[in-house]
């Protein structure tokens, strides 16, 4: 059951790729900027952003770790993001330090690479975390619209196939929308990735039931958004 409008929003190379799903048909665009995202959509009911909002303090967030949990095979895909002034650091190294200092544990070199998306993110959001804008991550609503966590990785054909066959199944023209974003834009703007998962966060972001990790979040704590598992099928036929 889906409702509303929901947008879903993924980093790409050219900024932000963008899904909108509503009672017309899907569209996929992309923004330079995040405030271009939101001011764009602050009509819709709900957006999805794969970027975390409200950066760990002293020790990991309790989202990701609850993340993590939840998609077993797949928990590698879910990062731990840098503190607030490790994210601030202009290198790697710079940054690692820091996070090490602050978390007395090191930074991924791919959590750090997004260092820029959740300073803009924020700057956008703030730490508000049930607003018009929401942190939710693609693995975790791939694996609700499988029932279970998708075996195979994002990365490989196989698991690309599996996705797009999910997708198929809950969005009208999926397949054709998908193919026409592949074919506006150069892999060097918006990888194939980045499409998936921006249209299943849009999906995502239309649903009626929610849930979010972790189950019991405070009030002023991170949490990620995903909709509720489906009755677990087989992921290929």
């Known amino acids: ?8 929003v993924d980093a790409c190379p050219v900024g932000w790729v963008v899904t909108v799903i509503d009672e017309h ?4 665009k992309t923004y330079e900027t995040f405030s271009e995202v ?4 602050d009509d819709a009911d709900k957006i999805f ?4 909002i409200g950066l760990p303090q002293g020790e990991r967030r309790r989202c990701d770790l609850k993340a993590r949990e939840l998609l077993g095979c797949r928990g590698s895909s879910v990062f731990f993001p840098p503190c607030e002034t490790a994210a601030a650091k202009p290198d790697y190294e710079s940054a690692n330090n820091e996070h090490r200092d602050k978390m007395e544990h090191g930074l991924s070199q791919q959590a750090y690479a997004i ?3 959740i300073i803009e993110v924020q700057s956008v959001v703030g730490d508000r975390f049930d607003g018009l804008i929401r942190e939710s991550h693609p693995e975790l609503c791939f694996a609700a619209l499988n029932g ?3 075996a195979y990785p994002k990365s490989s054909d196989l698991g690309r196939g599996v996705r797009m066959h999910l997708l198929t199944e809950v969005l009208r023209d999926a397949g054709a929308l998908y193919e026409e974003a592949r074919e506006r834009y150069l ?3 918006v990888r194939r990735d980045d499409i998936l998962d921006s249209m299943v966060l849009a999906h995502a972001a239309r649903s009626a039931s929610l849930r979010t990790a972790p189950s019991d979040p405070a009030s002023d704590e991170p949490r990620i958004y995903f909709p509720e598992f ?7 036929e």
């Open 25 to 28: 048909s899907p569209t996929i």
């Open 38 to 41: 939101e001011q764009a959509n």
């Open 187 to 189: 892999l060097k703007e």
């Open 115 to 117: 260092s820029e998306k």
């Open 148 to 150: 279970q966590p998708v």
């Open 49 to 52: 952003v794969d970027i975390p």
């Open 1 to 8: 059951m889906s409702e509303g409008t929901g947008v879903g």
């Open 230 to 236: 489906r009755v677990a099928t087989v992921d290929v």
